[in-house]
């Protein structure tokens, strides 16, 4: 797996010197990334060079390297990812400061009692004079984190921290990570279940599947707010909205193709699942387990061979988790191919164009934190008890409404990109019957 080590170096304050460096890297196949000046004196400058390197070994072998050149100093080079995880990545802030008296006994006693009291009156007031109206608990039991595979919950944290932040940045939501030490679907959804009203939704992630879809089905069932496992619909919304894109790309419409479906595991299902539900009415699927075939075919999908299925589909969308799946023979000519795998996909989109697929791409691109913020912001907004189809659908169309012309998805880190997706949901669950009516009018008195 491919790593960004940044390497502090002593370099000679001299023309030239920092191409020496650039060349000794390129010498060692790392590739160059950022370059940030820490200070410059007269004889000497310090620098920290980023480069990606395919191993801890290549990484070695290149300070080793640079070290040897003639009067560069390695201070020291570390892996980016843990530079950026030291300490951890979310802290929880107040959102009031405390200057005066007055100030407590505005937040605290006496008058928070007022506030708990109007609460206890008017439960809907919850969303608005507490933090529950903007926060979600990401919760995970760490089964299947990433590729990965069964971890464990505390070894999840770090994608649950940074969940959290792209929430906080993206669209101002607190999102506060839950780890469920549990492999048990009963404990697990009795655990959520006592947790939930603290939380105005309930972001599921990184729960293996099949148990994902029957605790999912179960805390629907259960609580009046939210309840979106990100790796099935998260995924699903994105890929949707590509797919969109990528058909535009190649003047075919979605609805009016066939679409293959490879592998059928959480992400797979979901997507799957969204695409049929959205109104393609034919989608042909591939996976080893019988117990996935057996769910896909009863929700309407074709279940073939993975020939078959690469023969017969204008559009094909892998998520196998099996590098190298699709050879290049497979690859029909006209053909739209998202292989979705990560790190490595099932083909290589140059090795995909280059058997004749109209439009190719790989997971890089496709990526759920498009999705999952604007959606739950988007629910949040609405005081929606669920998130169903017609949000998804409303989402995936706007994610694919602002995706310009050479792109696959719009600007992952562009707020205007979520803000326009949790209005769209917004609108749906409202369209839908799934927001919530207004507050009485007594509950608007409260506090004047």
């Known amino acids: ?37 820490i200070s410059v004196a007269r004889h000497e400058a310090l620098r920290e060079i980023t480069v990606e390197v395919r191993d801890k070994t290549h990484a070695d072998e290149l300070a080793a390297g640079l070290g040897a050149l003639e009067d560069v100093t390695v201070s020291w080079y570390h892996d980016r990812a ?14 009031r400061t405390i200057r005066s008296n007055q100030d407590v006994r505005d937040v605290y006693t006496p008058g928070v009692a007022r506030v708990s009291q109007a609460i206890a009156d008017f439960p809907e007031l919850a969303a608005r004079f507490t933090s529950i109206g903007r926060s979600v608990a990401i919760v ?91 790796d099935v619909h998260g995924t699903a919304v994105v890929t949707f909205s590509a797919a969109i894109a990528a058909c535009r790309h190649v003047d075919k419409r979605l609805d009016e193709a066939v679409v293959g479906q490879i592998g059928l595991g959480a992400a797979g299902f979901g997507i799957a699942t969204l695409i049929h539900d959205a109104g393609v009415h034919r989608v042909l699927a591939t996976d080893p387990n019988p117990q996935a075939q057996a769910q896909a075919a009863a929700r309407g999908m074709e279940i073939h061979d993975l020939e078959t299925v690469m023969r017969e589909s204008d559009v094909i969308v892998a998520t196998s988790g099996k590098p190298g799946l699709i050879t290049p023979e497979m690859v029909r000519p006209g053909q739209v191919v998202l292989a979705l795998t990560n790190p490595a996909p099932e083909i290589e989109p140059a090795a995909a164009y280059a058997a004749g697929a109209a439009f190719a791409a790989d997971g890089t691109s496709v990526n759920n934190v498009l999705g999952y913020p604007g959606i739950f912001h988007g629910a949040l907004l609405a005081g929606a008890s669920a998130i169903n189809l017609e949000m998804k659908r409303a989402a995936a169309w706007a994610l694919a409404g602002l995706t310009v012309e050479s792109e696959l998805v719009p600007d992952v880190l562009d707020p205007a990109v979520h803000d326009a997706v949790a209005q769209a949901v917004r609108q749906a669950a409202i369209d839908s019957g799934v927001a919530h009516e207004e507050l009485p009018l007594e509950a608007l008195e409260t506090g004047f």
């Open 140 to 230: 995970t039991n760490g089964t299947r984190v990433l590729g990965l595979g069964d971890i464990g919950p505390v070894a999840a944290m770090p994608v649950m921290e940074g969940k959290s932040l792209f929430y906080s940045q993206l669209v101002g939501i607190s999102a506060v990570p839950i780890l469920v030490d549990t492999k048990d679907v009963d404990e697990f959804v009795e655990t959520v279940v006592r947790i939930a009203p603290g939380f105005g939704g309930i972001h599921l992630e990184d729960i293996s599947a099949p148990a994902c879809f029957e605790i999912e089905r179960r805390l629907i069932e259960a609580l009046p707010q939210p309840v979106m496992h990100d």
């Open 1 to 37: 797996m491919a790593l960004d080590c940044t390497y502090r170096l002593r370099i000679p304050h001299r023309a030239g010197q920092l191409a020496i460096v650039a060349g000794r890297i390129a010498e060692h196949g790392g590739l160059i990334g950022d370059i940030a000046t």
């Open 82 to 95: 843990f530079l950026a995880h030291d300490g951890g990545k979310i802290k929880v802030v107040g959102e």
